[in-house]
């Protein structure tokens, strides 16, 4: 049995350590909170490319930060993370789909018509829940 290209696929993959189903009070899922579990999320990659794929966005800011770091100096690539943050903490209440405009007229994405924008109907959340739980629960009162 060939476990050469096993053994290189399992070291180039990810850690697979919080993507269980998250445990309520009781021992059980909280699937109020996380919504239901899906076998599919906690496979490892199956291609080589698959874990690329995951990460392009992320690589590809890393590079457009070092290019911009290059040309213009370190100031540029911290006001702009800075940006990208003060744009990702504007959010709705935690019951309400937020549909992060700022964050995605920063990145250049309001202008391009992608699979979330067609597909990603608030109305066909899984994650709908009580208002009132989940607003107590993000400020930590509950």
């Known amino acids: 049995m060939n476990t050469r290209g096993?053994?290189?696929?399992?070291k180039d993959s990810v850690p697979v350590t919080g993507l269980g189903p998250h445990v309520g009070a009781y021992g059980v899922q909280d699937t109020l909170r996380s919504g239901f579990s899906s076998v599919k999320n906690e496979l490892l990659p199956s291609h080589a490319l698959e874990l690329s794929e995951k990460n392009f966005q992320l690589n590809q800011d890393k590079m457009n930060f070092s290019t911009l770091r290059?040309?213009?100096?370190?100031?540029?690539?911290?006001?702009?993370?800075?940006?990208?943050r003060a744009a990702r903490q504007i959010q709705r209440l935690p019951f309400l789909q937020s549909s992060n405009l700022a964050l995605d007229t920063l990145k250049g994405n309001d202008e391009s018509i992608?699979?979330?924008?067609?597909?990603?109907?608030p109305a066909q959340c899984e994650m709908m829940g009580e208002p009132h739980i989940m607003v107590e629960y993000k400020l930590g009162l509950m």
């Open 6 to 10: 096993l053994r290189s696929q399992l």
């Open 70 to 84: 290059n040309i213009q100096g370190l100031h540029a690539p911290l006001k702009l993370q800075m940006e990208y």
């Open 114 to 121: 992608s699979f979330e924008d067609i597909l990603n109907d």
